[in-house]
């Protein structure tokens, strides 16, 4: 089973700029990889997917700031964010894409966007 663990969050300011990491325990290179995040009191969302091969898509709320690429040969995940919100605040997961992959979820990582 393929482990998968979140860093890099912080308390950033708006309009600031934060990198996310999602270290893998395995090879992931075969698999369309995501982030999702979850604000307090809210569902855990969708923020942005990447295909195998690095096709993309992003959530409406942050298509055009925030950026997923991978490193397989890394076995990572990023998420790069930018010009970022206070709505922006949230527990970000990487997970597999794939629905019947995600058998577990990690601590996740904090992002706070606060001036």
């Known amino acids: 089973q393929v482990l998968l663990v979140e860093s890099g969050g912080a308390l950033v300011q708006p309009g600031g700029s934060l990198r996310l990491s999602c270290a893998a325990s395995?090879?992931?290179?075969?698999?369309?990889m995501a982030w999702y995040r979850q604000a307090p009191g809210k569902q855990r969302e969708l923020v942005a997917r990447?295909?195998?091969?690095?096709?993309?898509n992003y959530a409406d709320s942050v298509k055009g700031r925030f950026i997923i690429s991978r490193d397989n040969t890394k076995n990572r995940v990023y998420l790069q964010m930018n010009t970022v919100k206070p709505e922006d605040t949230a527990v970000y997961y990487c997970n597999f894409a794939i629905l019947a992959l995600q058998f577990r979820w990690g601590q996740g990582t904090q992002v706070t966007v606060s001036s």
């Open positions: 990447i295909s195998p091969g690095g096709t993309t």
């Open positions: 395995g090879s992931i290179s075969v698999n369309a």
